[in-house]
């Protein structure tokens, strides 16, 4: 049964997947993925791509292309235009500036190593500002508090004394994720966001962001994340392996599983365009309620995963 969309009847849904081009797709991703385009589907709505690829020293060469050739071959087909991050410096740029013209943003040049015995940033260049020709970073002005009711973990809040200022460009003049996420989901015209539990520690800040600039957020489901046995999240950064594509229909099957979706074998001897088809509308993100991390040897007997 398709569910009923999350926002109002006459609002199309505008959902988007956005990977950070720093290694090839891995199982995680593709389960992140697949949340996303499912219910973005089951709503009949929109699911846009945007690459992520505003830290250089963070990607690998290649790795876009081998991200989009990767959803491709498992037949996740973004609607309309891809965004790349790298192309909207000008952009970025502008609002930083408008913030610090407001007096909602400031020059901070506090270093890592003064700042290390910190939990939450002490306003230091908030109350002193440094002097005018040093090199600096860009902190937002937090303050209240915030919160959400998010489709799969419920009602989460924030008290930003708690978060504390945050980076939005960073010393070198790169701009930060907080920053061009939320930028980039208005230019998308983006209303509704499924990604990773790991990535809810960042919504306070993006609210932060939002309501400086006057803007209404999206509707947010945050899925749980796969582990590897040792708790780490799979990652790029733990070296999670590549996805393979000859093994699509088996990860397709290990991915629903992930999501509660769990096809009978009338199904699973379906070719894959079938399975993933019928696969929209047995979307029901309720069924992962509060969940925070799924192990990954607990998907072992669904598919082939190497």
């Known amino acids: 049964m398709t569910p009923a969309s999350p926002s109002a009847s006459e609002t199309l849904y505008v959902g988007r997947f956005a990977p950070t081009p720093s290694g090839p797709l891995h199982f995680g991703s593709l389960v992140a993925a697949l949340a996303s385009y499912l219910d973005a589907k089951a709503h009949n709505g929109l699911w846009l791509m945007r690459i992520?690829?505003?830290?250089?020293?963070?990607?690998?060469?290649?790795a876009?292309?081998?991200i989009l050739r990767s959803l491709e071959a498992f037949e996740l087909y973004w609607d309309g235009d891809l965004m790349y991050q790298s192309q909207q410096n000008e952009r970025y740029q502008h609002q930083v500036d408008q913030l610090l013209k407001q007096g909602q943003a400031y020059r901070c040049q506090c270093s890592r190593k003064q700042l290390k015995d910190y939990t939450v940033y002490p306003n230091s260049c908030r109350k002193n500002p440094p002097p005018s020709d040093a090199e600096c970073a860009i902190r937002l002005k937090t303050e209240g508090i915030f919160s959400i009711e998010d489709r799969i973990q419920g009602h989460c809040q924030w008290a930003m004394d708690q978060v504390g200022d945050f980076i939005i460009q960073r010393r070198d003049?790169?701009?930060?994720y907080q920053l061009a996420v939320v930028l980039d989901d208005v230019e998308q015209g983006v209303n509704q966001v499924v990604r990773g539990y790991d990535?809810?520690?960042s919504t306070p800040r993006q609210l932060q962001l939002m309501q400086h600039l006057q803007l209404t957020p999206p509707v947010y489901a945050h899925i749980p994340v796969i582990v590897q046995a040792n708790g780490q999240k799979l990652?790029?950064?733990n070296l999670a392996p590549a996805i393979d594509s000859t093994e699509k229909h088996q990860l397709l099957l290990r991915a629903l599983a992930a999501l509660q979706i769990f096809p009978d074998r009338e199904i699973q001897a379906c070719t894959y365009s079938d399975i993933l088809r019928w696969a929209v509308d047995q979307w029901q993100p309720e069924r992962l309620a509060r969940q925070q991390e799924i192990p990954e040897a607990s998907l072992s007997r669904y598919g082939v995963y190497k």
């Open 173 to 176: 003049k790169l701009f930060a």
């Open 235 to 237: 990652s790029k950064q």
């Open 64 to 66: 876009s292309d081998t």
């Open 199 to 201: 990535i809810l520690e």
């Open 52 to 62: 992520e690829d505003i830290d250089p020293p963070r990607e690998q060469p290649g």
